[in-house]
């Protein structure tokens, strides 16, 4: 059989497709900065062969540590381009967090945005300053030195594009890899559910470092489309920018659709906006219905996942009222399956934890076989680490983590039952309920809420003692200003739960 590699998938192969067939359409906006597809195929190529002088090799790690900006997707694809890893890391992180990723990866160069030199620990390679040059050459300088020549170094389509790193729940974070083909089958599915492709246009609104947020945002230079950055997020800034970019498929996770609610009276009409779709954690209820009315000309789809599995869930717009609470059925390509304690498969409205297989999966986690052979069966499915529910029609929804899951005089309580309810409220604006230990009970309900105005706790506890089994009533209210989220959004209870 014969087999070329540059026929194999690779995430670089989209910038040079349209860099060819529409080199004239902006790919990337950010502010009043542009690039064409043609300018983004030459940056990259010569980002590429800049890497290559450097002397390295097919497979060594080139860390990135910048936001959203109009940099981030050429570099991608430059990286690609000369057959090396990406690995994107927060510009939130301090130098220890930093150093620890950097050195973990083993990144032999270090790109990084010149106002984030403070949290550069100590690097023993080069280091390309976006911006300045405080800690080395300026990217610019750097790349107008090198050569417009694309180097077409091959990669096998299964060798990993990037090393992205979780928030790290427990220890010290974990390297997830990424290959090419993985993303790119999640690049043209996302241009097939979402409409990313040519003529369309979107917001980069998640941050890039962070799985989802590159996969949405470079989907679309990868299919055609147009991506505006959003430096920063701001409930006004954004509806803004998709007013003036006439923005149409924008991707969000559901605390930036709450920072709306709170911030905006009034969303005013987008006339071009006719998709919305999100992540992260599901929609509670109560806020699916404001993010109906408004958003009143967008198809509202609600889909699961994780780094490590990619997409695995979604719910379409068909169905998105009558099965709100759910993340839908599978993705494209993806099984699921759903098994109780002892492995077996749970009936239809029975809890269970959900492990999926496609193409989307990672390779496995960095340098650590231990916790990749932890998480994937023998026969290829990755466990999700979620407990979920499918009814009869096989539309699942998400219970809670497996380690989320509260057992209270030997009884299960699901945080999610109790925060559904709890949203449900006017007073409150958020809420998050974990496990805390008790002598008596074994662990007690405890409900962290960020409140719109003062409540009692005995009217919050009348509140639900009309609506649930006494038992799943928190035993203890504790008013915060904000719930601590990671980057994708997610609440990281544990910080919760070490709250005084």
């Not at 107008?144 to 974070?173: K, L, M, N, Q």
């Not at 949203?423 to 998050?432: D, F, P, R, S």
């Not at 809420?449 to 649930?468: F, I, N, S, T, Y």
Request: aromatic fraction near 8%.
């Amino acid at each position: 059989m014969l087999r070329s590699g540059g026929a194999d998938l690779t995430i670089a192969g989209g910038i040079r497709e349209f860099g060819r067939a529409t080199p004239g359409i902006v790919a990337v906006r950010d502010g009043d900065r542009s690039l064409t597809f043609a300018a983004l195929d030459e940056r990259s190529s010569r980002l590429a062969s800049a890497l290559l002088q450097q002397g390295l090799a097919t497979g060594d790690r080139v860390a990135l540590l910048c936001g959203n900006r109009l940099e981030y997707p050429e570099i991608a694809a430059g990286v690609a381009k000369a057959g090396l890893v990406l690995v994107p890391v927060n510009p939130r992180l301090t130098a220890p967090e930093v150093d620890f990723i950097l050195r973990h990866s083993g990144a032999c160069v270090l790109i990084t945005d010149d106002a984030l030199a403070g949290s550069v620990p100590h690097f023993p390679g080069p280091v390309i300053c976006i911006g300045g040059s405080s800690l080395g050459p300026s990217y610019e300088t750097w790349l107008a030195t090198a050569p417009a020549t694309d180097p077409w170094v091959a990669v096998d389509e299964r060798d990993p594009f990037c090393i992205t790193y979780t928030a790290g729940t427990t220890g010290d974070p974990k390297g997830v890899l990424i290959s090419h083909r993985s993303r790119c089958l999640t690049f043209y599915a996302t241009a097939l559910e979402w409409g990313l492709g040519p003529g369309r246009r979107t917001i980069a609104v998640a941050p890039m470092y962070h799985g989802a947020g590159f996969a949405f945002a470079y989907a679309a230079v990868y299919c055609g489309a147009t991506v505006s950055m959003l430096r920063s997020f701001d409930p006004q800034g954004l509806l803004d920018l998709i007013q003036r970019e006439r923005a149409q498929s924008v991707f969000l996770v559901p605390t930036h659709a709450q920072l709306i609610r709170a911030a905006v009276e009034k969303v005013p009409e987008l006339p071009s906006l006719d998709t919305l779709y999100f992540n992260a954690a599901a929609l509670p209820k109560v806020l699916k219905e404001w993010v109906f009315e408004a958003f009143p000309g967008a198809g509202v789809h609600e889909l699961y996942g994780s780094t490590e599995a990619g997409v695995v869930t979604n719910l379409r717009p068909p169905d998105a009222r009558r099965k709100a609470g759910t993340v839908g059925h599978p993705w494209f390509a993806t099984q699921v399956r759903i098994v109780g304690p002892g492995g077996q498969p749970v009936a239809a409205g029975e809890p269970g934890e959900l492990f999926s297989r496609s193409p989307y999966l990672m390779n496995g986690y960095h340098d650590n076989p231990t916790a990749t052979a932890a998480c994937i069966t023998g026969d290829g499915f990755l466990t999700s680490g979620d407990i979920v529910i499918a009814d009869d029609e096989g539309f699942i929804s998400i219970v809670d983590r497996v380690k989320d899951v509260i057992i209270t005089g030997g009884v299960n309580v699901y945080p999610r039952d109790v925060e559904e309810v709890l949203l449900t409220h006017g007073a409150v604006a958020e809420a998050a309920v974990v496990g805390e230990p008790d002598d008596r009970w074994g662990e007690r309900v405890v409900a962290y809420l960020v409140c719109r105005q003062p409540v009692e706790a005995a009217v919050l506890d009348a509140h639900l003692r009309a609506r649930l089994a006494g038992y799943k009533v928190p035993k203890e209210f504790k008013v915060i200003a904000a719930l601590p989220r990671n980057a994708a959004g997610k609440v990281l209870k544990r910080e919760l739960r070490s709250t005084p």
